[in-house]
T-cell receptor
Framework: GAVVSQHPSRVICKSGTSVKIECRSL??????MFWYRQFPKKSLMLMAT?????????EQGVEKDKFLINHASLTLSTLTVTSAHPEDSSFYIC????????????FGSGTRLTVV | AQTVTQSQPEMSVQEAETVTLSCTYD???????LFWYKQPPSRQMILVIR??????QNATENRFSVNFQKAAKSFSLKISDSQLGDTAMYFC???????????FGSGTKLNVKP
């Protein structure tokens, strides 16, 4: 089956530094990848949608300059949290489509980011 | 705008019994899809079941079935013969046909007790 690997699973960084999270589709080509943020005991909120080779489309209210998304290949998308602050601490989940249709969504196992 | 509401923050069920999780949604769209996703303690989101709005027949996947009431905008999930491995957060989700965007509900935490 389709597998999406997300790395790291946990990361702690100091306030003011940047951290990169990787999302890889291991056995399929992901034309579109999605980044979600999940607050404790809350639902998933879509942050942005990225298509391979083009700029990401951000949801309203998401800071483009803080959350840099790159989708350079059909198997890799990265989310970089720049100048991280404690309020950026959260659980980040990526998802990828492999069929181009509504049934082809696979989620990564998420990254717990803690900014201290 | 689409909204998805799950009114049960937490539920418990005894192993082998049946439990129903509620979900309602609000949309002016006619063509859409509905999903139930499971998020176990590992945090991996797993698709449980999906339903196309144009299909009147309720979707079923082994022990999981839905009760889709389009007019009432209701989409409940029934889990039969509950197993310990069903313990997880369950999210109801909506997607407008042709758009790559999920609208998730706030989730229901299901505890299956031995």
């Amino acid at each position: 089956g389709a597998v999406v690997s997300q790395h790291p699973s946990r990361v702690i960084c100091k306030s003011g530094t940047s951290v990169k999270i990787e999302c890889r589709s291991l056995d399929f080509q992901a034309t579109t990848m999605f980044w979600y943020r999940q607050f404790p005991k809350k639902s998933l909120m879509l942050m942005a949608t990225s298509n391979e080779g083009s700029k990401a489309t951000y949801e309203q209210g998401v800071e483009k300059d803080k959350f840099l998304i790159n989708h350079a290949s059909l198997t890799l998308s990265t989310l970089t949290v720049t100048s991280a602050h404690p309020e950026d601490s959260s659980f980040y989940i990526c998802s990828a489509t492999h069929q181009g249709g509504v049934y082809g969504y696979t989620f990564g196992s998420g990254t717990r980011l803690t900014v201290v | 705008a689409q909204t998805v509401t799950q009114s049960q923050p937490e539920m418990s069920v005894q192993e082998a019994e049946t439990v129903t999780l509620s979900c309602t949604y609000d949309t002016s769209e006619n063509n859409y899809y509905l999903f139930w996703y499971k998020q176990p303690p590992s945090r991996q989101m797993i698709l449980v079941i999906r339903q196309e709005a144009y299909k009147q027949q309720n979707a079923t996947e082994n022990r999981f079935s839905v009760n889709f009431q389009k007019a009432a905008k209701s989409f409940s999930l029934k889990i039969s013969d509950s197993q310990l491995g069903d313990t997880a957060m369950y999210f109801c989700a909506f997607m407008k046909r042709g758009f790559n965007k999920f609208y998730f509900g706030s989730g229901t935490k299901l505890n299956v007790k031995p």
